[in-house]
């Protein structure tokens, strides 16, 4: 037998078992596109007495271009994926420095009312009866991230 034919068989017979060993194991993962234009909606609307900074207007714009097409960004998916997870049921909990910002400034969970200070993340309010949606910064330290992961890990009545 020639090498490439080993290799060719050798390739079909892993190819089958492994095909045989999670086909009944693979899980749906689409998402209707409803449940997407409604993350998208919920993350580019804000209350009407909120005021954006105006540096944001332009981001919050090219969200809402963006998903037109779903030609997507990183940021834009990664909020997707959290949105529709909760409004699944799941709840989602994010901590770690820059958490709600995102290291590039692609993320920008929770935005902050440039009058105020108030804090509004738009991902908590997409369904009355979603999944809870919680983002902590926290410093960049091991120890802080337990502290703090420890602490809001506590229910709270």
């Known amino acids: 037998m020639q090498p490439s034919s080993v290799r060719s068989a050798l390739k079909s017979r892993i190819d089958c078992g492994l ?3 999670f086909h009944k194991r693979a899980a749906r993962t689409a998402v209707d596109q409803d449940i997407l234009a409604q993350v998208v909606h919920g993350v580019t609307s804000f209350p009407e007495n ?22 997507c960004r990183l940021g834009l998916w990664e909020t997707l994926a959290f949105g529709t997870l909760v409004l699944e049921g799941t709840p ?6 820059d958490s709600g910002r995102g290291t590039f400034s692609q993320r920008h ?7 105020t200070g108030r804090k509004y993340t738009p991902l908590q309010h997409l369904a009355p009866d979603q999944a ?26």
């Open 50 to 71: 909120f005021h954006l900074h105006p540096k944001l207007h332009g981001f919050v714009e090219r969200r809402k271009k963006l998903s037109k097409g779903w030609a």
């Open 92 to 97: 989602v909990r994010l901590s770690g420095q």
């Open 19 to 21: 095909r045989r060993r």
């Open 109 to 115: 969970l929770g935005f902050y009312d440039s009058e």
């Open 132 to 157: 809870r949606f919680d983002v902590f910064d926290s410093s960049l330290s091991e120890y802080a991230v337990m502290g703090l992961s420890s602490a809001t890990a506590w229910p709270t009545r």
